[in-house]
Nanobody, 115 residues
């Protein structure tokens, strides 16, 4: 069983920065992807970024150059550094881990970017 908890959301003005954290507990297999998704009000959940290990990352086009995903050495923690935030980045951000064919999601952390 894996438990995922996100933190770090909040209210920020456009152009500002936030750093989200993801903490995973339980039996975590190394070399798994850790992903970030977000869901804006009234929209479907969308992919933001993923990381397998240092140097193996992937980003949605909408966040490339502004967001940076990273991971702790133990691979049980992950981070999403968000810079140059825009109002369209507003939404609930979820951390996701897929392990042995099972998807684990946190409850999300709300990011609100004011214009």
């Amino acid at each position: 069983q894996v438990h995922v908890v996100e933190s770090g959301g909040g209210l920020v003005q456009a152009g500002g920065s936030l750093r989200l954290s993801c903490a995973a507990s339980g039996t975590i297999v190394r070399n798994n992807y850790m992903d970030w998704y977000r869901q804006a009000p009234g929209k479907q959940r969308e992919f933001v970024a993923s990381i397998l290990s240092v140097g193996v990352t992937n980003y949605a086009d909408s966040v490339k150059g502004r967001f940076t995903i990273s991971r702790g050495d133990a691979e049980t923690t992950g981070y999403l550094q968000m810079n140059s935030l825009k109002p369209e980045d507003t939404g609930v951000y979820y951390c996701h881990i897929r392990q042995f064919g099972i998807d684990y999601w946190g409850k999300g952390t709300l990011v609100t970017v004011s214009s």
